[in-house]
């Protein structure tokens, strides 16, 4: 099975810097979400050359910033890609603060010839479920969903159970559920993560890597199909 980590909200700090480094030991890309109005430019280059992959995760953070209209949720995504890009990186990969959107937002996302993958979108199993047919139409993009909830896919995901706290039991029914996936996409804020938290997100890197879980960035998946 593939597993591509989403870890929110970078912000340099120590229990963002344990997290690196517990998957930098085992050679584990995860992507890492960067909010364009506040970040430090040489962690964050430090983690791209070291082979994570950077995402737009907006440039305010705040409420309903994917809610509003055409020209607002433009202007957010925009403006992190030029500061972004203005350090010399190009964000392929969208994901939006608390996993946000309106139909505006399919196509703002559209609209922006860079981004190939949209963490937690538009998905199909959302369009089938409201009857919607014009997924695959209208969306351009690589749309990864939360193969739980794909409805409301900011309130629970595999591991963290609810947002913030990782929960083992939780995460082991689930990957038991979701065996025959073809990937998982997992939900990270390493920035809530005290010890214990860290902790049993440690045993959940351990329990895929025993089950040989092949660990991708959104932007090797998107290659990964589109061979
Ligand atoms: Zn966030």
């Not at 992959?53 to 995504?77: I, M, T, V």
């Not at 603060?97 to 996302?109: A, G, L, R, W, Y």
């Not at 595999?158 to 083992?168: A, F, R, S």
Request: glycine residues 4%.
């Amino acid at each position: 099975m593939k597993v591509i980590l989403k870890a929110d909200d970078f912000r340099s700090s120590r229990n963002w810097e344990r997290f690196i480094n517990y998957l930098d030991k085992y050679g584990i890309k995860t992507s890492i979400g960067i909010i364009g109005g506040g970040y430090d430019v040489g962690s964050v280059l430090k983690l791209y050359k070291n082979g994570h992959e950077l995402f737009n995760h907006g440039f305010s953070h705040a409420k309903n910033e994917f809610k509003r209209s055409y020209d607002l949720q433009k202007k957010s995504l925009i403006h992190t890609q030029s500061k972004l890009r203005s350090n010399g990186i190009v964000l392929q990969t969208f994901g939006a603060p608390c996993n946000d959107f309106n139909e505006t937002t399919i196509k703002v996302v559209n609209d922006v010839e860079d981004i190939k993958v949209w963490l937690f979108g538009i998905s199909d199993i959302y369009c089938l479920l409201y009857n919607r047919e014009f997924k695959n139409k209208y969306s351009k993009k690589l749309v990864l969903e939360n193969k739980i909830v794909p409805l409301i896919p900011h309130s629970h995901n595999i591991l963290e159970h609810p947002t913030h706290n990782p929960d083992y039991d939780w995460f082991i029914k689930r990957m038991e559920e979701l065996n025959d996936e073809e990937y998982l996409l997992i939900q990270l804020h390493p920035l809530s993560w005290n010890d214990k938290r860290f902790d049993i997100f440690k045993r959940s890197i351990d329990y895929m890597l025993n089950k040989n879980c092949e660990f991708l960035t959104p932007m090797e998946y998107y290659k990964f199909k589109e061979v």
